[in-house]
């Protein structure tokens, strides 16, 4: 029986050995294989992504907007009659056949298919600029995609490309949606389809996708002729595949398309056609009951301009995201997994952004940004998400740490939230953003004091600018004073980890208080509060309040010398240069990690197993301070999010929340190591810029604004 079984086995290896042999490579990914694929991610709203466990079968797969919905884009190709699916046919036939993948590529603004049919090359480049210095070009709620064709030598094939959306893209989903669509030849070679959900409210959502405002898909014609058709999706590919047209503009019903096609005729070397899909809002955020639009609409009264405007920047927008492309690329700090990571953050965090102006004046003095809490509440503007997301802001334009925190602020000091301590949000709900009058908002007082100082602080430094504070010195000092009398030992509340409980006097906690208050003594120059951080930070640290006894690690709660966390806060103190706490205390909670390690990296804190991928690279930062300079710690952290970040287990935008081992969870549920816990395409991965923002502020794009 062994003996059949062996034989069995030799064969089986011969048939596959034989097989794989004959069939075409699998496809490539470079620099990895991610969660998912940024495809076009501008704004909260604008987020489609490719699963990447659906890349090597790109001519099939479906795109998704961040929350799974399924959104209609393909890309078919016909070569002399015979059309390929490129992306996005479901399901590809004779009429329509797969065309080979050959790989994927993933840069901070590009995500780049190369694949084959019939002698022919294609290159579909989807790209969205992050361009956060250009305030026009950031908020233009439009993202590329460019299907380059290149034949072979031999024959100049004849060759159409033909690319469709249809209107889930405006969160439309089955027989009962109502919607209108319009079409329009903007000039000679430029064509513009929008479609637009009726009877829908403003400022509202459908699982998150935005139910007011308009899809908008254009192209321009260059080197090749442009035709459009509206109809029931496979009579017009049917149509495509027929004739290399998409037939006619038909009414709009469940199940239709936009559709374009662009006739390249016989194609001798290479002809790149551009498509522009966009999400575009009229009103982008209710700022306190008043309206806001995109900075875009400083230029653009329209969609139709918006298209225009986008395909005009095309070239110097890709121009400037190379240079983004290759600094991102080469910050291969300990190796190139960091950089892996910050490239698929990039996008992401950028994504998660408006930039808005008011409606009544559009005064573009009057800039303010606003960041959606994406999927674990959709909360605005939180404060204790713009500072785990600020690293990237502070590398790539620290000026968007003021814009962001500037409808806080300005909110705060107009007395309209009753207590003495920070809010945690502007709102419940993107897009709204009309504050809590009532005092009721998710309360983490320590907390969002501690945030606040350390951010206005942080945006001090990073830019020159020792004006901003002085107009909101009252309020500030109101905050200080909070964190003077209750930040050594913190009531019962929760810290920015709201998901892991309550809990009285965390360590974590104290130790944000002392580095705010510094922060704070700091920058205004007041003896006082910089005595009173470190003050708190000798109790915590010298005193031994915050530690165990042998003083080997910081307790996640005071008292409590078993229990212990990330101490993510001690990155602040590195960052601005602060020295609240000894270097010595880095040492300690440095040389701590590895002894808590499980299979699959540092959990968020002795209760349980899971992690967050930002306060690791904040850990691994904090491993860097001076004096400690922990690289096989450092490395460590990187390592595991890197690991976390390509094992294949995950299909959704990077998610900041995972697994760290196999086995009973801190509720006895049996977890499986690497797997992410609900929250993706989060802001907070910009927190991944962490290590990176150690190298100074604005490294990109220069003091411009
Ligand atoms: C055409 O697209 C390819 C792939 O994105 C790109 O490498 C090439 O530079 C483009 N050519 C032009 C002229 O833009
Ligand atoms: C925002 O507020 C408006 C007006 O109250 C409401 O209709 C809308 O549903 C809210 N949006 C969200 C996403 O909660
Ligand atoms: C077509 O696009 C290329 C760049 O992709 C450009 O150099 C060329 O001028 C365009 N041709 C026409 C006819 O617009
Ligand atoms: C926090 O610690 C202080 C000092 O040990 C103690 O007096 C206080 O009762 C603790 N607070 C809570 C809520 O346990
Ligand atoms: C990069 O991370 C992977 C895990 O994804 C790890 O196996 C590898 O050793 C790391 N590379 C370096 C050079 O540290």
Redesign the pocket.
């Known amino acids: 029986m062994a003996s059949f079984n062996s034989q069995l086995l030799v064969l089986a290896f011969a048939v596959l050995v034989l097989f794989s042999n004959t069939s075409i490579a699998k496809p490539t990914f470079t620099p990895v294989l991610p969660p998912s694929y940024p495809l076009a991610v501008r704004n909260p709203y604008l987020s489609a992504w490719l699963p990447g466990n659906q890349a090597a079968n790109l001519p099939s797969a479906v795109a998704q907007f961040w929350n799974d919905q399924k959104l209609t884009w393909s890309v078919i190709a016909r070569i002399d009659g015979q059309a390929y699916s490129l992306f996005g046919v479901p399901r590809p036939s004779d009429r329509i056949k797969p065309a080979t993948v050959i790989s994927a590529d993933l840069t901070a603004t590009?995500t780049?298919f190369k694949l084959t049919a019939k002698d022919v090359d294609f290159?579909l480049?989807f790209f969205s600029p992050v361009s956060p210095h250009d305030y026009v070009r950031q908020s233009m709620p439009y993202s590329y995609l460019?299907v380059?064709t290149s034949s072979a030598a031999s024959g100049s094939p004849s060759i159409q490309v033909y690319s469709d959306i249809d209107n889930a893209w405006i969160g439309q989903f089955g027989t009962s949606a109502q919607n209108t669509y319009g079409w329009e030849a903007v000039d000679r070679l430029t064509q513009v389809f929008s479609i637009t959900p009726e009877g829908t409210a403003k400022f509202s959502e459908d699982r998150d996708m935005a139910l007011w405002g308009s899809a908008v898909y254009c192209t321009r014609e260059n080197a090749s002729k442009l035709s459009r058709g509206v109809g029931i999706v496979d009579n017009v590919r049917e149509s495509f595949v027929r004739n290399g047209t998409p037939g006619d503009l038909g009414t709009f019903k469940a199940g239709s398309v936009l559709a374009f096609s662009h006739d390249l005729g016989s194609l001798e070397g290479?002809e790149?056609v551009t498509f522009v899909i966009g999400h575009v809002r009229d009103e982008a955020v209710n700022y306190l009951g008043k309206d806001r639009y995109g900075y875009f609409r400083s230029e653009c009264k329209d969609f139709n301009c918006g298209c225009m405007h986008a395909l005009d920047d095309f070239?110097s927008a890709?121009q400037e995201s190379r240079g983004l492309d290759d600094f991102i690329a080469a910050s291969d700090v300990g190796s190139a997994n960091y950089s892996n990571i910050l490239a698929l953050s990039t996008r992401q965090a950028f994504g998660t952004m408006d930039l808005t102006i008011p409606a009544e004046t559009l005064d573009t003095k009057e800039v303010l940004a606003f960041v959606k809490e994406i999927s674990s509440n959709g909360n605005t503007n939180t404060m204790d998400v713009i500072m785990p997301m600020a690293p990237i802001l502070y590398v790539l334009a620290p000026d968007y740490i003021r814009l962001a925190l500037q409808p806080v602020l300005s909110y705060l000091n107009s007395g309209s939230w009753p207590h003495d301590y920070t809010i945690h949000d502007m709102g419940s709900h993107y897009p709204n953003a009309t504050g809590h009058n009532d005092g009721k908002a998710e309360e983490m007082p320590i907390e969002e004091c501690g945030n606040l100082l350390a951010l206005v602080y942080m945006y001090e430094l990073a830019t020159g600018d020792t004006e901003y504070k002085t107009k909101y010195l009252d309020l500030l000092t109101t905050y200080a004073e909070y964190l003077l009398n209750h930040g050594l030992y913190p009531a019962e509340q929760l810290s920015t980890d709201d998901g892991a409980g309550l809990a009285p006097n965390q360590t974590g906690l104290a130790i944000k208080a002392a580095i705010g208050l510094n922060a704070f003594g700091v920058m205004t120059n007041q003896r006082k509060y910089i005595d009173a951080g470190k003050h708190f930070a000798d109790t915590l640290y010298s005193k031994r309040v915050g530690t165990d006894p042998e003083r080997s690690h910081f307790t996640l709660i005071e008292g409590e010398h078993d229990s212990w966390s990330t101490q993510f806060n001690l990155y602040l103190d590195v960052l601005l240069k602060l020295n609240t706490f000894p270097t010595s205390a880095y040492k300690m909670q440095t040389d701590f990690y590895p002894s808590v390690r499980r299979d699959a990296g540092v959990p968020l804190d002795n209760r349980d197993l899971w992690a967050k991928t930002d306060w690791m690279i904040f850990a691994a930062a904090a491993a860097m301070a001076p004096g400690v300079d922990n690289e096989g710690v450092r490395d460590m952290f990187v390592n595991d999010v890197h690991a976390f970040m390509t094992n294949g287990k995950v299909g959704v935008p990077f998610s900041d929340k995972f697994w760290v081992d196999t086995g009973a969870d801190g509720k006895g549920a049996r977890q499986e190591a690497g797997l992410h816990i609900g929250y993706k395409a989060r802001p907070v991965v910009g927190g991944h810029f962490a290590l990176l923002a150690l190298e100074g502020p604005d490294q990109v794009f220069g003091k411009k604004g």
């Open positions: 590009h780049t290159v480049d460019t380059s290479t790149n070239h890709d």
